[in-house]
């Protein structure tokens, strides 16, 4: 199984502590996006939309990587504990997820990673809506230890690789104190957070280049 994956970004490391998770082992294929190897003909024809991380199964293709979660875990999880069969726990599950991908990392991605593009962060709205985000996570998890029911599950591995994040920026995670209890949390039970982490620091050093005018 052929995963296609940048080392530092949340959906690429989401994709791999859930592998870790179901104990599927995959074939990382590292993109270099500088030198445009998501827009070669080759993985053109693999993936029209050239997003990353991409998963190719035996023939199978699929991108998108909550797509890629929910598959892992049905096809190869030894029982349904990350995404229950249960429609009320996974419609639960599923929103958290639409969550994260709409709300939480739509926030960071308008904040945080213009300095990728553009060298500099975005403005005081798009730093707005990383408040957003993280005071609706906070509500989300008063009185609970995870994001989704009483366990693990897939939506607290993409929400973790989303706000991971933070461990790359000057952050005060101590303002959403639910939040950070869930978080410290996450990181010991999740499979795969240590083998992860490394790559999350891969681009330390490029917002280490430029301090955030909002934090």
Known sequence: MDLYYLPSPG??????????????????????????ENLTPEFLKINPQHTIPTLVDNGFVLWESRAILIYLVEQYGK?????????????????????????????????????????????????????????????????????????????????????STIELVDFDLKKYPNVARWYANAKKVTPGWEETVEGLYSSKHIFNEKKPEFK
């Open 11 to 36: 959906p690429s490391r989401a994709v791999l502590m859930t592998a870790k998770a179901v104990g599927v082992s995959l074939n990382k294929k590292l993109l270099n996006i500088k030198l445009g």
């Open 79 to 163: 029982d349904d504990s990350l995404y229950p069969k249960d429609p009320q726990k996974q419609a639960l599950i599923n929103q958290r997820l639409y969550f994260d991908m709409n709300t939480m990392y739509d926030a960071f991605a308008s904040y945080y990673y213009p300095i990728f593009r553009t060298g500099n962060y975005g403005d005081a709205a798009a730093w707005a809506k990383v408040e957003n985000a993280f005071t609706l996570l906070n509500t989300f998890l008063e009185g609970q230890e995870y994001v989704a029911g009483s366990q693990l599950t897939i939506a607290d591995i993409s929400i973790l690789a989303t706000i």
